[in-house]
């Protein structure tokens, strides 16, 4: 066994390292299957307004979830067992993940435009070339709940409706930065909230830098682990040396 105060601190960090790490794989696991299997969301991104691609993003996340279970199972057993070849796979494959969290968010930064291009794209082939009141029902309570929830007026355009004054769900109910005047006619006008595109822009503008931080902390947290890790290889290969 591993001797010494300092290799038993480093076991024991760890091991609730890869314990922490093993809860944020089931929580990323949880989360990408909930996203791909709830109505509510597949109303939104499989019915009429088509961002099916969406569900790339849901794939992605299972398969990092379980990825990340399965390292921090194999540093958990690899620490408290001090077992040299699960701890290299758990270095080996935690340093993967590194690459690819490092690759994936270069890539999110460098295109993250494209992700509104799109969300723009998918929402016009949806509308087409008619107004959001010639559409199916469905399609009209669709864009009406996401107004809703989002307090936002229209796909790409206000003017995707014939008359936004008389949707109660683009009318602002107090005015604020995130509302405009809209005047259909010289004797008419209302208060009315941005379009859910403009309001999904700068989501992700105010967000870019959030997820990049905690990107990087995620990171530096996985380069400790790699360093802990060696440093438990080390050790334990010491001792079978002297063995």
Do not use: H
């Not at 005015?175 to 009315?192: F, G, V």
């Amino acid at each position: 066994m591993a001797e010494g105060c300092c290799a038993s601190m480093i076991k024991i960090l760890l091991f609730i390292f890869n314990f922490v790490f093993w809860v944020t794989g089931a929580v990323l696991l949880g989360v990408g299957i909930w996203l791909r299997v709830d109505q509510d969301v597949s109303r939104f991104v499989s019915g009429d307004l088509n961002m099916t691609w969406f569900y790339t993003a849901c794939y992605v996340m299972i398969a990092a979830g379980a990825i990340t279970m399965v390292t921090g199972f194999l540093g958990c057993c690899g620490a408290m067992k001090e077992n040299k070849i699960m701890l290299m796979i758990f270095a080996g494959l935690l340093g993967l993940l590194f690459l690819i969290e490092l690759i994936a968010g270069i890539l999110g930064v460098v295109y993250r435009d494209q992700v509104t291009a799109w969300t723009r794209s998918s929402l016009l082939e949806a509308l087409g070339t008619e107004k959001i009141d010639a559409k199916s029902d469905s399609f009209k309570e669709l864009v009406t709940t996401l107004q809703g929830e989002y307090s936002c007026c229209g796909l790409v355009n206000n003017t995707d409706w014939q008359n936004p004054c008389v949707q109660d769900t683009c009318l602002c109910k107090v005015a604020n930065q995130y509302c405009r005047n809209y005047n259909p006619t010289p004797q008419s006008s209302c208060s009315i909230y941005r379009p859910c595109l403009s309001e999904f822009e700068i989501f992700l503008e105010r967000n870019i830098i959030v997820v990049g931080g905690v990107g990087l902390a995620i990171a530096f947290i996985q380069l400790v682990g790699i360093v802990f890790s060696v440093i438990l290889i080390r050790n334990v290969s010491g001792e079978e040396n002297i063995a």
